[in-house]
């Protein structure tokens, strides 16, 4: 299942980068915040995702 929590994840992720720097919906105001809140969430999203590959490394290899 972890799989499609990625596939999904990494489109959403794909689909918010997109909005913030290549389409007419580019916020105008707070345009940093946004910028520093998408990064926040892409790196909690790499760290927690990255954890939980370990855990099921360790889970298969034991």
């Known amino acids: 299942r972890l799989w499609e929590v990625n596939i999904y994840l990494i489109a959403l992720f794909a689909a918010v980068f997109i909005a913030l720097f290549f389409t007419p919906l580019k916020p105008k105001k707070h345009f940093r915040w946004y910028v520093v809140l ?25």
């Not at 760290?47 to 099921?56: F, G």
Request: aromatic share 12%.
């Open 38 to 62: 998408y990064l926040i969430l892409l790196v909690s999203f790499m760290i927690w995702d990255v954890a939980r590959h370990q855990e099921i490394a360790k889970t298969l290899l034991s």
